[in-house]
């Protein structure tokens, strides 16, 4: 009988697991662009962290993780996925998509809704500290307590100023100047320690336009006054959004996005999240 009972409950098992699957499938039956087949754009070219290697079918970067998950989610196996590239302006623009859903870190923006729709977040931004690497500075721990003995520059009347300010606190005045590039200046000029910008902003300038930039490591997102919120982009009215937010929902609370953002956001950057306690 225990041999019997047992071959029930697998039975029974694989029933459900049958059953969650094809409910999965459901939500997005008669809503792709392509019947049983996923069709998902990213930029051209893609670039890390949100995309290894500019190859989105490997699934290796933070966005191309959260795709293959999402897909998952809406019952699409990897090899039912097909990717397309788009630039990010022409993207957004109103009228026809030949993609399902677009990942280019795109923020959700009133002004954007008017044309497009955007699912729930599957990300929110946090701040970053950049540092150049041959500077004493690059050995700073990524502590609170640490963090604030720096020197920091600023543009004034960015968001960089305020955070300063009100979240971080720094023992020394913040240097203010006209824009950006005066701020990336000065860092190089060795006149400020450090510099802060949203984590997107932070890549790009440790990447690009810093030589030798570093990132020591990234604020709490509760501590960023002013965060951005990325979503998948989508058609106007689009079918599949109901289906892609409950997809994204889902990998909220089960915690899958937080360890992608780990694993792609901190980890794979050098840019830890920031201890407040130290």
């Not at 090899?79 to 302006?89: K, L």
């Not at 109103?94 to 990300?123: C, H, T, W």
């Not at 802060?196 to 990234?218: I, N, R, T």
Request: aromatic share 8%.
């Amino acid at each position: 009988m225990g041999s019997k009972l047992h071959a029930l409950l697998v039975t029974a098992t694989l029933a459900l697991g049958s059953a969650s699957a094809l409910a999965a499938n459901e939500c997005s039956v008669g809503k792709t662009l392509k019947a049983d087949r996923l069709t998902v754009a990213t930029g051209n070219p893609a670039y890390p962290p949100w995309v290894m290697n500019d190859a989105p079918e490997s699934g290796e970067g933070f966005e191309a993780a959260v795709a293959f998950a999402v897909a998952e989610r809406m019952g699409f196996d990897q090899s039912s996925v097909d990717w397309v590239r788009t630039s990010f302006d022409e993207a957004i623009q109103p009228g026809a998509k030949d993609f399902d859903f677009n990942l280019q870190q795109y923020s959700i923006k009133p002004e954007r809704l008017e044309v497009v729709d955007f699912s729930e977040p599957y990300y929110t931004t946090t701040i970053a500290v950049v540092v150049r690497e041959d500077s004493a500075a690059a050995d700073t721990e990524a502590t609170a307590s640490s963090l604030k003995k720096l020197k920091y520059g600023a543009a004034a009347g960015t968001s960089s100023q305020p955070f300063l300010e009100n979240v971080l606190q720094p023992e020394q005045a913040t240097l203010l100047y006209d824009d950006n590039a005066d701020v990336v200046a000065a860092i190089s000029a060795n006149q400020i320690d450090a510099i802060v910008f949203d984590l997107p902003s932070a890549l790009f300038v440790s990447a690009v336009q810093l030589e030798g930039g570093k990132l020591v490591g990234q604020f709490p997102v509760e501590n960023n006054e002013a965060p951005d919120n990325f979503g998948l982009l989508m058609a106007k009215d689009s079918l599949l959004k109901e289906c892609v937010d409950e997809a994204i929902k889902s990998l909220h609370e089960d915690g899958t996005l937080k360890d992608l953002e780990s694993k792609w956001l901190a980890d794979a950057t050098g840019a830890p999240v920031i201890d407040m306690d130290k």
